[in-house]
């Protein structure tokens, strides 16, 4: 059982270039969405899905783009990375908001 | 704008005693959430209590729930090394989503 599958483990990036982070889960859950987990700050919603072709943003959302053209994926985005983005990011799913499966995350640094 | 706030920030016990954290939150719910994060991993889903409960068991976890007070609390029993880690209480958000609050780091020495 996969459950969410989130690539790559780690990432560096310099200032300006872009890079997509996958999520990839096999639960046929409809909800999906991204999160960063900074040091002292808890996880912070960044985008979610409700469903395939539907998206909208969470509390930081500014920087970063989704789509979501299958029930299974939900990629997120960097246009162009700052060293601000640096994190650790992570993909989780769920049938509604009782329960969320996480991704084991994409450590990223931006320099 | 995090919905709850974790208490204590850490704590340290021995191996064999109790864990208590606590959790507020500011707005109306209708459950609360756990969450275990062990290091460098993602969150793993403990127990989920409704509103209208007051109090949850799970092996050796109890959950307390008080709507009036707008708090919940999380006991670890007869702790264990392998219990170290941070503990999360999330509430319901928006659609399939929640918000975290900081969360407590537990660390249960041998």
């Known amino acids: 059982n996969a459950g969410v599958t989130q690539t790559p483990k780690f990432q560096v990036l310099k200032t300006g270039q872009s890079m997509t982070l996958q999520c990839a889960q096999d639960?046929?859950?409809?909800?999906m969405s991204w999160y960063r987990q900074d040091p002292g700050m808890g996880l912070r919603l960044i985008h979610y899905s409700v469903g395939a072709g539907i998206t909208d943003q969470g509390e930081v959302p500014n920087g970063y783009n989704v789509s979501r053209s299958t029930t299974e994926d939900f990629p997120l985005r960097l246009l162009s990375a700052a060293p601000s983005q640096t994190s650790v990011y992570f993909c989780?799913?769920?049938?509604?908001?009782?329960?969320?499966?996480f991704g084991s995350g994409t450590q990223l640094s931006v320099l | 704008s995090q919905q709850g706030e974790e208490d204590p920030q850490a704590l340290s016990i021995q191996e064999g005693e109790n864990a208590t954290m606590n959790c507020s939150y500011k707005?109306?719910?209708?459950?609360l959430q756990w969450y275990r994060q062990n290091s460098g991993r993602g969150l793993v889903h403990l127990i989920l209590?409704?509103?209208?409960?007051r109090e949850k068991h799970s092996g050796r976890l109890r959950v307390t729930l008080d709507t009036s007070k707008k708090s919940s609390s999380l006991l670890i029993t007869a702790s264990r090394a392998a219990d170290t880690a941070s503990y999360f209480c999330a509430t319901p958000w928006s659609q399939g989503n929640l918000i975290f609050g900081k969360g407590t780091k537990l660390s249960v020495k041998p």
């Open positions: 639960m046929n859950h409809e909800y």
């Open positions: 989780a799913s769920s049938q509604g908001n009782e329960k969320l499966f």
């Open positions: 707005t109306s719910i209708n459950n």
């Open positions: 209590i409704r509103s209208n409960e």
